[in-house]
């Protein structure tokens, strides 16, 4: 019996994750299955009111300060017009890396998270047993749609 070198050993543990994303990327859920839980949207409305609410407004209707350029919404119909038929995990990246724009990536992975339930609270998207992972690879496998 031939021994596999620890090496190999670390990187097959490394790359099963992978393999697990790529298929559970095929099993397609929608934010409308239930993604999320009435807490982490909590969670997140804490972490978004500092963080984003200065250009997005306070119900997230794009309307931030007077003083600033307008923003997009981040809930409702314009929203989910905007990111139909996107996964999750490329809101989740794009907030991630680019939000908020004066101090991008401010925000953990979990609070990114917990934002875009509370966006998808206040879009009116069914809450659920499970929070939204706070892992791109998992993400990827949740498509945002406009309607069930």
Sequence with gaps: MRKIPSLSKFFMMAMLPLAFTHITA????SIW????????AARGKLSYSPACAKCHGEIMNGSGQPDQRPSPALAGDMFLFSWN????AA????????MPTDNPGILSDQQTS???AHMLSLTGIPTGAKPLPSDIGSLAGIMIKRSK
Aim: no cysteine; proline share 4%; hydrophobic share 35%.
């Design 85 to 88: 038929n996107k996964p999750v």
């Design 33 to 40: 299955d239930g993604v999320y839980t009435k807490d982490q």
């Design 26 to 29: 095929h099993a397609q859920a």
């Design 91 to 98: 809101l989740w990246a794009y907030i991630k890396t680019s």
């Design 114 to 116: 917990d934002v875009i």
